[in-house]
């Protein structure tokens, strides 16, 4: 084992490599970059000391990259604002010389400087990791425990009306997303129009540092009620079909018939050879899954509960074009998800120590 993993621990470097210069590549040539972005925010201003502000260098930290004639919008501004600007943000540079040098910046674990914000980027991202982690963690958990309890309730009594009613549910879920949902829960708790009962925004209330624990907990578990079970409601479906019909192909296999034929019980049978089965591909998802809710299902919950959160992040970085925060996070959350993969084929040995992956390749 120890060998296969450091074959895979290897095989990130190239991995992530590619992904970062293929994305570099993409975001460069996409248009409306940040100089676009500095030059409607000038153009579209008549104050003409904003001119000098930026070209000083400064309260704003805006970026920009080439000669006026390269700029939508740019025609008719001095060029040697435009040059300032390059060489304020970089882009005066070669294609080739910003991306290794990022490249050297993200092996130091140096994302940069982000261009509106003025902050490193990863301290941004260590600012709303504990809203996404608080949305992703406890939306993975209660997935998990609602759906494969259910699933396996649902294979064992495959066809009866339980079963179907349950699908009706399931589908439900499954059709209405996650945002509607949330709407749904504000309109009738949130003080939309029926019942005032949980907070509209935020992770925490004002004077939240001054609560006792059992209040901190308790203040936490409210604000996060609503947005964790608009996750919940819109994502469990899945999951919970995967482990009906996991358990329902591994019932239906000959060790399950023998089983049966020397007298062992539906109750050791199931929980005592299916379930290791079954659990398998169940099991070793969950890191996957909870990466997957962390840094992409949250954007929209995020936004309609005002919790500032990494996708929040993400999504104003990429309206802005703010480029270390797109490359930064991309980098670190490229790194999190192959690592992640790693620790799902850990995680199936953990389950089924008869897998060796070191034998297998």
């Known amino acids: ?175 209405i997303p996650s945002f509607l949902i949330a709407v749904l829960l504000i309109v009738l708790f949130a003080g939309g129009s029926f019942w005032s009962v949980f907070p509209l925004r935020g992770l925490v209330s004002e004077g939240f540092d001054s609560l006792s624990l059992a209040g901190k907990i308790g203040d936490y578990a409210w604000h996060m009620a609503l947005p964790v079970i608009s996750m919940v409601l819109g994502g469990f479906a899945t999951l919970t079909l995967l482990t009906k019909n996991s358990f329902i192909d591994e019932i239906g296999k000959q060790y399950v018939t023998t089983a049966r034929a020397k007298g062992l019980s539906e109750g050791r049978i199931l929980y005592g050879h299916v379930f290791r089965n079954a659990m398998l591909i169940i099991i070793a998802g969950f890191p996957a899954a909870f990466i997957g809710i962390l840094f992409t299902s949250s954007l929209l919950i995020e936004v309609i509960f005002s919790l500032d959160g990494l996708g929040l992040l993400g999504f104003q970085a990429a309206e802005k074009r703010d480029y270390p925060i797109i490359f930064g996070t991309l980098y670190l959350f490229s790194l999190i998800g192959l690592l992640t993969s790693i620790v799902s084929d850990l995680t199936y040995t953990l389950v089924d120590p008869r897998i060796d992956f070191e034998r297998r390749g």
Do not use: C
Not at 23 to 51: K, M, W
Not at 84 to 102: A, N, S, T, W
């Open 1 to 175: 084992m120890a060998t296969y993993l450091l074959r895979r621990l290897l095989l990130i470097v190239p991995t992530l490599f590619g992904i970062v210069l293929i994305n570099f590549l993409v975001i460069q040539l996409a248009p409306g970059g940040p100089v676009e972005q500095v030059i409607a925010r000038y153009t579209s201003t008549s104050d003409a000391a904003t001119q000098g502000r930026l070209s000083s260098g400064g309260a704003e930290t805006l970026t920009g990259g080439g000669s006026g004639d390269r700029y939508r919008g740019a025609r008719g501004l001095n060029p040697d604002f435009i040059k300032k600007l390059e060489v304020q943000f970089g882009y005066d540079k070669p294609l080739h010389e910003r991306f290794f040098k990022m490249v050297g910046d993200f092996l130091r674990f140096d994302l940069g400087t982000s261009f509106f914000q003025g902050r490193p980027v990863l301290d941004l991202i260590l600012d709303k990791l504990p809203v996404s982690i608080s949305l992703g963690l406890w939306t993975t958990l209660l997935i998990y425990l609602i759906s494969i309890p259910l699933g396996i309730a649902k294979a064992v009594r495959d066809g009866s009306r339980f079963d179907i009613w349950t699908s009706g549910a399931i589908v439900l879920g499954y059709a």
